[in-house]
């Protein structure tokens, strides 16, 4: 999201969605009651977005990640949040029939002739329907052909699936290609541990039609790959059909046998089983043993995860780790142990790798839909992050997850927001064990937070799309301008204090009177803008007088972002660290001055149902550009 004072690219943003659906009072309600049975039924689709009623409520979408659904509040007209569980996809039954058959699923046919590179689709409502969500919600990171080089996949780590390959990671199959609900699993709950973000929210309609185009990428890429293998002789024509079966088909669900129970006796036998066969690259602790680093099949670093972190890409219940544990992850160093152990040790490893993990540490990191909702105060609004009037808002616990994987990573947000009819004022807070306000030397990095509006009713989870009202606006606050306005400006005066310099005539005060300085230097705001050429351009990130530390931008689509000119930014903004949390407040007028132009401004109005996403950059992890938490 940052943008280079030297004109660099923009990298990609925290990405959300924004709705102007209105829900009929109870609505949403009736929904949440509904959700044990949600994903059975095809019509079902959960809301996200700011509602503004008398109150506005805000959705955490992310681009990778959080929605939200609202729930009406009483008599007062205001609208109170509700954090509420992903839908979980069906479980897989032992034969794999029921779910498969409970969600409508069907293997997909091979057409012969098919391209890898694009599969047809017209014929199949289902495929052309996956088709469509896959090219506006997945190309991006997966790529337009499904081979994971999209146009984010370099920012990410563990890299997007290549789906031509067909190397899924989370399977509960013998021969380790995911059944329809492995894949709808997958899709519906997202990769903790990952930047995959949970489509929970879309209709299992929509889920399915993913599952079968997803698949579809497969099965063309396998044809192709073997239509040339006959051409140059390597196979011959009437083994390719089998071969294809062999590829691309499921095979029959891996036996899970019944979980036994786990006591100290069964524990001793998993930490014996544990320190054999996990600890050389896992640590005897838990803790990855950093020399253990390992390549994937496609040459990418893949280090050990952390036990004692207890995140699980495909899931912490049980017979997920026993999947995981017999198979291990296709394409990974991460080993198969069916021939090694027996199904009983497994069961003693999987419950003693489950003790090792800290409480709750799964249930965090688990991307999910939830709602904030901005009340209208009826007074003055908060005078700053630590107001006591933020006690009045709701709050909203919002999980993140890095783009590029680390363990060193910001958890999570939280979220308020109040109105007073006229501005809008957010509140965000994070736990931050460290302060990073200056920017300045080539190592440092600041603290930096930001929220995303949609100018769309439906845009793609990413930074917006080309067409009217199709961008994306953005509240960039930063800690580094949070101490120029309060210390004065850092620049290298502040890295270099006792640097020898160069001094120029149109400094003020001017050379000609060198008493008045105590030693040669060369502060910035003692120059001419137009010698300082940045600055004098407008450029916002070199302006050393600007009384704002947070950024309004735009962006329609992927290297797009820029800054609005000075007489256009329109956010306020201040901030606090208290006892290792950051505490950002953002305000903003509900209805901007329409000179702003069309589509740069998102506009606030009572009954608003608006999705938002955010992200935040740790300095001391080394955070900047497009590392970030969403």
Same mark, same amino acid.
């Given at each position: 999201?940052?943008?280079?004072?030297?004109?660099?690219?923009?990298? &990609?943003?925290?990405?959300?969605?924004?709705?102007?659906?209105?829900?009929?009072?109870?609505?949403?309600?009736?929904?949440?009651?509904?959700?044990?049975?949600?994903?059975?039924?095809?019509?079902?689709?959960?809301?996200?977005?700011?509602?503004?009623?008398?109150?506005?409520?805000?959705?955490? *979408?992310?681009?990778?990640?959080?929605?939200?659904?609202?729930?009406?509040?009483?008599?007062?007209?205001?609208?109170?949040?509700?954090?509420? &569980?992903?839908?979980?996809?069906?479980?897989?039954?032992?034969?794999?029939?029921?779910?498969?058959?409970?969600?409508?699923?069907?293997?997909?046919?091979?057409?012969?002739?098919?391209?890898?590179?694009?599969?047809?689709?017209?014929?199949?409502?289902?495929?052309?329907?996956?088709?469509?969500?896959?090219?506006?919600?997945? %190309?991006?990171?997966?790529?337009?052909?499904?081979?994971?080089?999209?146009?984010?996949?370099?920012?990410?780590?563990?890299?997007?699936?290549?789906?031509?390959?067909?190397?899924?990671?989370?399977?509960?199959?013998?021969?380790?290609?995911?059944?329809?609900?492995?894949?709808?699993?997958?899709?519906?709950?997202?990769?903790?541990?990952?930047?995959?973000? &949970?489509?929970?929210?879309?209709?299992?309609?929509?889920?399915?039609?993913?599952?079968?185009?997803?698949?579809?990428?497969?099965?063309?890429? %396998?044809?192709?790959?073997?239509?040339?293998?006959?051409?140059?002789?390597?196979?011959?024509?009437?083994?390719?059909?089998?071969?294809?079966?062999?590829?691309?088909?499921?095979?029959?669900?891996?036996?899970?046998?019944?979980?036994?129970?786990?006591?100290?006796?069964?524990?001793?036998?998993?930490?014996?089983?544990?320190?054999?066969?996990?600890?050389?690259?896992?640590?005897?602790?838990?803790?990855?043993?950093?020399?253990?680093?390992?390549?994937?099949?496609?040459?990418?670093?893949?280090?050990?995860?952390?036990?004692?972190?207890?995140?699980?890409?495909?899931?912490?219940?049980?017979?997920?780790?026993?999947?995981?544990?017999?198979?291990?992850?296709?394409?990974?160093?991460?080993?198969?142990?069916?021939?090694?152990?027996?199904?009983?040790?497994?069961?003693?490893?999987?419950?003693?790798?489950?003790?090792?993990?800290?409480?709750?540490?799964?249930?965090?990191?688990?991307?999910?839909?939830? %709602?904030?909702?901005?009340?209208?105060?009826?007074? =003055?609004?908060?005078?700053?992050?630590?107001? &006591?009037?933020?006690?009045?808002?709701?709050?909203?616990?919002?999980?993140?997850?890095?783009?590029?994987?680390?363990?060193?990573? /910001?958890?999570?947000?939280?979220?308020?927001?109040?109105?007073?009819?006229?501005?809008?004022?957010?509140?965000?807070?994070?736990?931050?064990?460290?302060?990073?306000?200056?920017?300045?030397?080539?190592?440092?990095?600041?603290?930096?937070?930001?929220?995303?509006?949609?100018?769309?009713?439906?845009?793609?989870?990413?930074?917006?799309?080309?067409?009217?009202?199709?961008?994306?606006?953005?509240?960039?606050?930063?800690?580094?301008?949070?101490?120029?306005?309060?210390?004065?400006?850092?620049?290298?005066? %502040?890295?270099?204090?006792?640097?020898?310099?160069?001094?120029?005539?149109?400094?003020?005060?001017?050379?000609?009177?060198?008493?008045?300085?105590?030693?040669?230097?060369? /502060?910035? =705001?003692?120059?001419?803008?137009?010698?300082?050429?940045?600055?004098?351009?407008?450029?916002?990130?070199?302006?050393?007088?600007?009384?704002?530390?947070?950024?309004?931008?735009?962006?329609?689509?992927?290297?797009?972002?820029?800054?609005?000119?000075?007489?256009?930014?329109?956010?306020?903004?201040?901030?606090?660290?208290?006892?290792?949390?950051?505490? *950002?407040?953002?305000?903003?007028?509900?209805?901007?001055?329409?000179?702003?132009?069309?589509?740069?401004?998102?506009?606030?109005?009572?009954?608003?149902?608006?999705?938002?996403?955010?992200?935040?950059?740790?300095?001391?992890?080394?955070?900047?550009?497009?590392?970030?938490?969403?």
């Amino acid at each position: 999201m940052e943008k280079s004072a030297g004109g660099s690219a923009p990298l &990609p943003e925290p990405h959300l969605r924004l709705r102007h659906r209105r829900q009929k009072a109870g609505s949403v309600q009736d929904q949440l009651r509904k959700e044990d049975s949600a994903m059975k039924s095809s019509s079902f689709r959960r809301r996200t977005g700011m509602w503004l009623r008398r109150s506005l409520t805000l959705l955490a *979408v992310g681009s990778v990640s959080l929605a939200a659904c609202a729930k009406e509040a009483s008599s007062a007209g205001g609208v109170t949040a509700v954090a509420q &569980p992903i839908p979980a996809a069906p479980e897989s039954a032992e034969n794999g029939a029921g779910v498969r058959q409970e969600a409508g699923l069907s293997e997909p046919h091979a057409q012969d002739g098919q391209q890898s590179n694009a599969p047809p689709a017209e014929a199949d409502p289902v495929l052309a329907r996956g088709q469509q969500l896959f090219t506006k919600q997945c %190309a991006i990171c997966h790529g337009e052909t499904g081979d994971g080089a999209g146009k984010f996949a370099y920012l990410m780590n563990p890299r997007p699936r290549n789906f031509q390959q067909g190397k899924f990671k989370l399977a509960t199959t013998q021969n380790q290609i995911p059944s329809d609900e492995d894949l709808l699993r997958t899709i519906s709950r997202g990769m903790p541990g990952s930047a995959m973000p &949970p489509w929970s929210h879309l209709p299992l309609s929509d889920l399915k039609a993913l599952v079968a185009y997803v698949r579809q990428l497969h099965l063309s890429a %396998a044809q192709a790959e073997l239509a040339e293998g006959v051409r140059q002789g390597v196979y011959q024509a009437p083994e390719v059909p089998q071969l294809l079966v062999q590829r691309t088909q499921p095979g029959p669900p891996l036996f899970v046998p019944s979980e036994p129970e786990f006591d100290n006796l069964h524990w001793f036998r998993g930490r014996r089983t544990y320190l054999e066969g996990c600890a050389s690259c896992h640590g005897v602790d838990g803790r990855p043993v950093p020399e253990a680093v390992k390549f994937d099949e496609e040459g990418y670093p893949v280090p050990p995860r952390s036990f004692v972190d207890g995140i699980f890409k495909g899931g912490s219940e049980g017979h997920q780790l026993y999947a995981r544990t017999m198979k291990g992850l296709k394409g990974t160093p991460m080993p198969a142990y069916e021939d090694a152990y027996r199904p009983e040790e497994i069961w003693d490893l999987v419950h003693y790798i489950q003790s090792l993990a800290r409480a709750g540490s799964q249930e965090r990191a688990q991307l999910r839909q939830g %709602a904030f909702a901005a009340p209208n105060i009826h007074g =003055t609004l908060p005078k700053g992050p630590l107001d &006591p009037a933020w006690d009045q808002a709701r709050p909203l616990y919002v999980a993140l997850t890095p783009l590029w994987w680390s363990e060193n990573r /910001i958890e999570g947000l939280v979220a308020q927001a109040v109105h007073d009819g006229r501005e809008l004022a957010i509140r965000l807070s994070w736990i931050d064990p460290t302060v990073d306000d200056r920017a300045v030397g080539h190592s440092e990095f600041r603290d930096a937070v930001a929220i995303q509006f949609s100018l769309t009713s439906d845009p793609p989870f990413y930074m917006g799309e080309k067409g009217e009202h199709g961008g994306v606006n953005i509240w960039f606050w930063k800690a580094d301008r949070q101490k120029d306005i309060r210390d004065g400006y850092q620049d290298v005066d %502040a890295a270099f204090p006792h640097r020898a310099v160069d001094m120029y005539q149109e400094q003020d005060p001017p050379i000609a009177k060198p008493e008045m300085y105590e030693w040669p230097r060369s /502060i910035i =705001t003692e120059h001419d803008p137009l010698y300082m050429t940045a600055w004098g351009a407008g450029n916002l990130v070199a302006d050393p007088k600007l009384n704002t530390p947070v950024e309004c931008l735009v962006a329609r689509g992927p290297g797009t972002l820029a800054g609005k000119p000075a007489n256009r930014q329109l956010v306020a903004g201040q901030a606090a660290y208290e006892r290792g949390v950051w505490y *950002v407040q953002l305000q903003r007028s509900m209805d901007p001055p329409h000179e702003q132009g069309p589509g740069e401004e998102r506009m606030f109005r009572p009954g608003d149902y608006l999705p938002v996403s955010f992200a935040i950059w740790d300095g001391s992890a080394g955070d900047r550009d497009g590392r970030k938490n969403i």
